[in-house]
């Protein structure tokens, strides 16, 4: 059994209890890649925790040291074989609260590893049609959750901030410590389960994930604790009238698309899926990486206009990384970024009508970020939405000169080759092609293509690397590794598209 790592106990003024299980710090050793990905501890979430309990009152147990790799505070199993003193100092310090104030409200406070300023609030129990009403299986009574979860809703929403109730965490998995405060565990056979159970009927338990702008340091976690001082009069008290208190905002209906461009001062990748799932980073000349990540895409539009142009607004917080390989080891990479805020707004502007196969254009526009404006304009590559294809494979969408671009999937072995290239307005089919990569460390340092198009026509691509982003991603039961890289071609220092290897 680990021996009790330090945790930061504080005593409230007020019924409320914050829990920050999953704030310790990485001190196991790297796992060697392609085995499973570590869990990431939730950054800054300590700090958050602690600056919460100072303005609003609350006590708190905030976990500094604990990697949840060694032991997951968060699940009642894991903690009571493995970390019993947390759930001591969990029952001592709702022991307390409740011979203070007669109830209390717990709220366990968790990241959520997207760009967004979003909150989504977990009861305990499914989502349902009625947004604030619940049944005997949450964590919260009915009064609870139709006063002060709505009113912490409405209060997050005054302050720009997005909160859904249960659409991503609901945290009600058997082993999530929130299940504590539903009848689940109550009468549970280890009396250390049973106790803090017992003391569910006097407990609202309220699960808190929080996207990366609510809990690393500047405006925004101010702004999320501006919310919760709000709503504090009803989270304290349990149950009150709300009058006007609005639900969580409607979800956008995104466009899907899939965009790229290469250029200077920056080239990026832009992707929006169906289901709202989005992403843009830039990378500027300089070195480095820009990047939102969001799952509903709030804050990112992207939308279809006139003679086949689409447009790119974006305005809200980027994180700066100095490096662009943060997603090798996700909690180290976020660990070295920090918080800018940003308005990018961009047009893509096709060269030529083009079909469903996408199309080569220009991007132009605007970049202003923490007050500073750059413009920029870069050649581009657009598309409905990512393709299926062979695995392993290579894609590339480069601007080869000024009148002739080519756009090559194919898998490592030859096989499966599709695309176009593009020359004058008119596009003629891939029918064949091989590639050869560079060393495994760095497969795109050194890309070569040799393509076969439709008529028997052969054209050959050298690329080099001008700024490469290495990314470890889950498929199936294994990890595999992709690398996206803008390129140049044929000696140019002048970045001309974007290659990707995926499964090497």
């Known amino acids: ?38 869990k990431v501890n939730d950054l800054h979430t300590a700090a958050l925790t602690a600056e919460l309990a100072r303005e609003t009152g609350a006590s708190a147990i905030i976990n500094t040291a604990a990697d949840r790799n060694d032991v997951d505070l968060n699940r009642v199993s894991a903690a009571h074989d493995r970390a019993p003193w947390f759930l001591e100092r969990l029952a001592d310090v709702l022991s307390a609260t409740l011979r203070r104030h007669g109830r209390a409200t717990l709220l366990t406070v968790h990241g959520w590893n997207v760009g967004e300023p979003a909150v ?19 964590a919260v009574s009915p009064r609870f959750a139709a006063s002060a979860v709505r009113a912490l809703v409405g209060a997050c929403g005054g302050h720009g901030i997005a909160a859904t109730v249960g659409a991503r965490y609901p945290a009600r998995a058997r ?41 690393w340091p500047g405006a925004w976690r101010r702004r999320f604790i501006g919310a919760c001082r709000a709503a504090l009069p009803l989270l304290a008290a349990g149950a009150g009238e709300v009058s006007g208190a609005p639900g969580e905002p409607p979800a956008p209906q995104p466009t899907s698309c ?18 709202g799932g989005a992403r843009l980073l830039l990378f500027p000349s300089e070195g480095g990486l820009f990047l939102f990540t969001g799952e509903r895409a709030r804050g990112l539009t992207i939308a279809p206009a006139p003679a086949g142009r689409i447009t790119l607004d974006y305005a809200g917080p980027l994180l700066r990384f100095p490096d662009t390989v943060p997603f090798l080891d996700l909690e180290r990479g976020l660990a070295t970024a920090h918080l800018v805020d940003a308005d990018v707004r961009l047009a893509f502007t096709p060269a030529h009508a083009c ?14 970020l923490d007050g500073r ?35 090559v999937t194919v898998g490592l072995d030859g096989r499966d080759a599709t695309g176009f290239l593009c020359r004058a307005g008119t596009h003629a089919a891939v029918t064949a092609a091989r590639v050869r990569l560079g060393p495994p460390p760095a497969p795109l340092a050194h890309l070569a293509l040799e393509v076969e198009i439709d008529g028997g026509e052969r054209v050959s691509v050298d690329t080099s ?3 490469e982003l ?11 590794r992709v690398v996206f890289a803008a390129c140049a071609v044929d000696g140019s220092a002048t970045p001309a598209g974007w290659c990707e290897a995926g499964g090497i």
Do not use: K
Request: a positive charge.
């Open 1 to 38: 059994m680990p021996p009790a790592p330090p945790l930061v106990l504080t005593a409230g003024t007020t019924p409320l209890v914050l829990v920050a299980p999953h704030g310790g710090r990485r001190d196991s050793a790297r796992l060697p890649w392609g085995t499973a990905p570590l």
């Open 175 to 215: 082993e999530n410590l929130l299940q504590l405060f539903t009848p689940r565990y109550v009468g549970d056979r280890r009396p250390l389960v049973a106790a803090v159970a017992a003391m569910s009927p006097a407990v609202d338990a309220v699960q808190l994930e929080l996207g990366i702008p609510l809990r």
């Open 470 to 480: 290495p990314v470890v991603r889950s498929r199936g039961a294994a990890a595999v």
């Open 373 to 407: 404006r750059i413009e920029m304009s870069a050649t581009a590559f657009a598309e409905d939405a990512e393709r299926a294809g062979p695995w392993p494979r290579v894609r590339v969408a480069l601007r080869l000169d000024r009148t002739t671009a080519l756009n």
């Open 120 to 138: 989504d609030i977990g009861l305990g129990c499914a989502r349902t049609a009625a947004l604030f009403a619940v049944g005997p299986d949450a």
């Open 355 to 368: 079909g469903e196969t996408g199309s080569f254009g220009t991007v132009a526009g605007s970049v202003v």
């Open 258 to 275: 899939r965009l790229q461009f290469a250029g200077a001062p920056f080239s990026g990748l832009v992707g929006v899926t169906p289901d």
């Open 465 to 467: 690397v001008v700024h």
